[in-house]
């Protein structure tokens, strides 16, 4: 317990001292940082199939790509209504995902359900996971984030 403590202690101090702005209610990401974000079906047709975006300190951009393994991409820049509406998403991270040590949770796509996919670099570290969409294979506190990149990804896309 103790251990738990000291370890969610240093996650919330690292991202309060990397992350936070001048605004108390505002979440950002410094410079040189990034959180990739996005979803993925593969049994599916059409453009919202997979969607990934990079969320900077400034700006957002859309990948073109479209690469299901998440291992190439062509970033464009969207306008700063696109950002504005998706900033808020980093203070959407659980803390528990920043010290999780599986790249896959719960076992995303595999039934036809599609999976998200979080790339969050902070400094030299670079993490990066997939998340199963069905909410009973995957741990509650994922629940709410998940929900708010499909959220922020509809959001986007409208």
Known sequence: MIR??????????????????????????????????????????????IETFKLTSSDLFEDSLDDYAHESYSFNKLGVEKFNKSKHLLSFIPPELLVEKKDFIGCPDCADQGGIYIEYKNGDSIQAWKIDQNKSQIPNYLHAFIDEVNKTISIINN
């Open 4 to 49: 738990f403590v000291k370890i969610a202690l240093l996650v919330f101090t690292s991202l309060t001292c990397i992350t936070c702005s001048d605004n108390d209610d505002e979440v950002e990401l410094s410079d040189g940082n990034y959180l990739i974000f996005g979803h993925f079906y593969g049994h599916c047709f059409g453009d919202e199939c």
